[in-house]
């Protein structure tokens, strides 16, 4: 029962959060859609069609981050247990999938307002033609739930370990994973051995793409990030005690 109610907390308590970004999300369409009309050689839409996937990463990261601290303070006061508490997180995860599926409708309003293709998730970055519209829901769940762990993990570790190095090394480290997956404009001036890591990671180089590739990576990326956040999390100190 605690569980669930740990659950229903997590849930509940983002919903003013995850209103307010979409409705933003929806402002944006409308702006944009406003000076395409007004100002139809001012707005460079090649360049936009993609932009909500990198907000609702963002996002994904923000609410990830910000899921820990008061969290844990809650469930610890009324009885919740540390095991209980990251269990709840696990359950949470799968809230991603409703973010693929409003980013991706979001996605397909803005490329309509501003006369754009469509801009699919996988064909953007690995140039896949013909891609199904539930597809890329599901991958770009995937990614988006890897965005959503390491803003956990991050929280749990900027609360363990406060040296300045490990912040450099966070931002680092999110630079990196905002990178785009595509690498295809610097295709030709890199040794074919650069694009391996891509390949065995995100499933696509050379122009081809192996999905099962990227659904294993991504799947052991959130285990692991996942098992760091639960590890670290037994020695971090709640309400000024330690709590195991």
Do not use: W
């Not at 990830?64 to 540390?82: A, C, H, I, P, Y």
């Amino acid at each position: 029962m605690k569980l669930k109610t740990a659950l229903e907390f997590r849930y509940k308590k983002n919903l003013k959060v995850i209103g307010v970004f979409y409705l933003a999300l929806a402002v944006i369409t409308l702006v944009a859609y406003i000076t395409k009309k007004l100002y139809p050689y001012s707005l460079d839409s090649t360049k936009i069609g993609d932009l909500f996937y990198y907000l609702t990463a963002i996002f994904s990261f923000f609410i990830g981050f910000l899921s820990f601290k008061d969290e844990q303070n809650f469930f610890v006061q009324n009885g919740v247990t540390r095991e209980q508490c990251h269990q709840s997180f696990f359950g949470y995860l799968p809230i991603t999938f409703g973010f693929a599926l409003a980013e991706r409708v979001f996605t397909y309003l803005l490329c309509l307002a501003v006369k754009l293709n469509y801009s699919h998730f996988l064909g953007a970055r690995f140039i896949i033609e013909n891609r199904a519209f539930n597809v890329d829901v599901i991958f770009e769940a995937l990614a988006l739930m890897c965005f959503l762990s390491f803003g956990y993990l991050i929280s749990i570790i900027i609360r363990r370990v406060k040296p300045a190095y490990i912040i450099v090394a966070i931002i680092a480290i999110v630079v990196a994973m905002f990178a785009d997956y595509s690498i295809s404009d610097v295709k030709g001036f890199l040794p074919i051995s650069a694009y391996v890591p891509k390949l065995i990671y995100f499933g696509s180089a050379y122009n081809e793409f192996v999905p099962l590739n990227f659904v294993i990576s991504h799947v052991l990326t959130i285990c692991i990030l996942l098992s760091l956040s639960h590890l670290l999390s037994l020695g971090v100190s709640v309400n000024g005690k330690e709590k195991h």
